[in-house]
């Protein structure tokens, strides 16, 4: 399947692949402070690859011993993410985009039997995202619906210019979902596994990112 604007981490040999696959390990991944920690390196290498592709411009800088040339962003992004499991992936990203403001979503999966899947979303927290350029990072990208309901809830807070989706692993179904509903988006992946089981769950995946990051919910 060809798709347009997507970059696929573990596609070239790298070290994105141990931290994905250590994600992925049914003998590593409960080591819960290991799991958090992965994917927030997954994140710091996720806002390197999107940063080679923003504008930037020339500006000075003086050192002890000359002044020299150096190229800086020429405008920050404004981060978002989809509690919970966003969080360690949202870290990383602030960690290389240290001064973006952020977004905060709050929305969960309401899975029941024989129905289809319900997003609640329940919180939204926003800067001013007129103009801006948006970054929406949450680990699975299963069926697309989370991430598609928390970006259409933040255009209530102004109209981005340029919209790039991070995460770690998705399904196809859910890429093709997201590029149909919000066309614009580039997206920066991990991983790209195989598909969707019944229960909307990513196959090979890792399991629950929320659960496995913060414990089960009840
Ligand atoms: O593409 P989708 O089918 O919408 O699924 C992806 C969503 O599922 C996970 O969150 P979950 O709802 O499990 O909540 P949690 O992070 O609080 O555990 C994940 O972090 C995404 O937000
Ligand atoms: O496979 C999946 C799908 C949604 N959320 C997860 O945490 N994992």
Known sequence: MHYNNLHILT??????????AELRDVNIQHDSLR???NLERLGELLAYEISKTLP???AGVTTPLAQTQTMLLKAQPVLATILRAGLPLYNGMLNYFD???STFVGAYRVEEENTELQINMEYLASTDLH?????????????GKSLVKAYKGMLRHGKPVQVHV????ASPEGVKYLQEEI???????????????????????LG????????PKI
């Open 35 to 37: 799991f958090r920690r």
């Open 166 to 169: 991070a995460a770690v692993i």
């Open 99 to 101: 001064k973006a403001f």
């Open 131 to 143: 103009d801006k350029i948006l970054i929406l990072a949450d680990p699975m990208l299963a069926t």
């Open 11 to 20: 596609d070239t040999p790298s070290l994105a692949n141990h931290f994905v």
């Open 56 to 58: 930037y411009t020339s």
């Open 208 to 215: 629950d990112a929320g659960d496995l990051a913060f414990g």
């Open 183 to 205: 066309p614009e988006a580039n997206i920066w992946l991990g991983a790209l596994d195989e598909h969707l089981n019944e229960k909307s769950y990513i196959v090979p995946g």
